[in-house]
């Protein structure tokens, strides 16, 4: 026990989180201590696109299986990134949503006039791109209304133009967010 826990000290004491050869060893060490063979058990690394997961399937010398959903993610990025139209709404609609969410006096506005709330952006998912326009499309109106108050920095793009961009993509995006859903 002393062994492993010597690991987990040294991962703390250094920061070496990533380190793959730190965790690599730490794996093996927590089989080994449960008298497990590691190669019996560990078949391949399942993985999400961090550098260390790779390595560590390098190192240990498995397959690494990538993830089908970040692969998807990749994807739609690709595709927001190759149309400006929807980049753009999508731009825009984050920096609405997250001056809405981030900043303290935008965020106590809008609590008095909605309970609805912004949701973040997730990065790593490409399912963030339509929760936020989702959630900007039910707020919209209450965007509207705090963007209004003197004391707000909200900035929100209300043209028409733009809510039947929104609309659209949302309508695109929700598509593309039900089928992957229902796989």
């Given at each position: ?126 399912s963030g791109k339509y929760a936020n326009l ?50």
């Amino acid at each position: 026990m002393g062994q492993i826990k010597s690991e987990c000290d040294d991962i703390e004491a250094e920061k070496t989180c990533s380190n793959a050869e730190v965790y690599l060893s730490f794996f093996k060490d927590c089989f080994e201590f449960y008298r497990i063979r590691f190669s019996d058990w560990c078949l391949w690394v399942f993985r999400d696109n961090a550098s260390t997961n790779l390595r560590i399937a390098k190192l240990a010398r498995i397959p690494d299986v990538g993830c089908n959903l970040l692969k998807f993610t990749f994807e739609v990025n690709a595709m927001v990134h190759a149309h400006p139209d929807l980049r753009n709404t999508i731009q825009s609609v984050r920096n609405t949503m997250t001056s809405a969410r981030s900043e303290l006096k935008n965020s106590a506005i809008l609590r008095k006039i909605t309970d609805l709330r912004p949701k973040p952006d997730n990065a790593t998912r490409w399912s963030g791109k339509y929760a936020n326009l989702h959630q900007w499309t039910r707020m919209r109106n209450h965007l509207i209304d705090a963007s209004a108050d003197p004391e707000s920095d909200i900035s929100i793009n209300s043209s028409t133009p733009f809510v039947d961009k929104t609309t659209r993509y949302r309508r695109m995006l929700k598509e593309i967010n039900d089928v992957t859903k229902s796989l």
